[in-house]
């Protein structure tokens, strides 16, 4: 079975909303005069599970009409998907034992391997812009004190 992209959106925004309506029920509604916490979550839920309904029957009319639809996962870009997975996942994995700055070379290291075409000194130069950005936004500009390097295993 071919999942298609219309209809993986269509189940994507469903989902989020179901979620959020969940969520913000068990904060409460409130009064119309006085919104409760859980009413944007709910209003926003409510919203998407509008979107993923119409999306729904948009891809279904069109499914009646014969109109051809993309795969959501074709094979040939399942391997530059499943590598930015791992890539951040790595990043989740190693920032707080490693540091900023192992996490983010074996993010960009990892990620880079997705493009078939990429060469060994553009990821490096690749690699050296992230660093210094990301380092100059959070650490200088913001003040965030990430550790840059450390050993926490």
Known sequence: MTIHSDLLAALIFLAFGVVAITIGYGYGFGSLGALGSGAMPMLVG??????????????????????QFVSA????????????????????????????????????GISWFADTGG??????????????????????????????VTWRF
């Open 73 to 108: 996962f074709p094979t040939r870009e399942l391997r530059p998907l499943l590598l930015i997975l791992v890539a951040l996942l790595a990043f989740g994995l190693l920032i707080d034992r490693l540091g900023l700055l192992p996490a983010l070379a074996a993010l960009v």
């Open 46 to 67: 409510a919203g998407l599970c509008i979107t993923g309904v119409a999306q729904l029957l948009q891809t279904a009319a069109a499914r009646r009409t014969g109109q």
């Open 119 to 148: 060469r060994k000194r553009e990821m490096l130069a690749v690699l050296v812009c992230v660093v210094a950005l990301i380092v100059a936004i959070f650490q200088f500009g913001l003040g965030i004190p990430f550790r840059l």
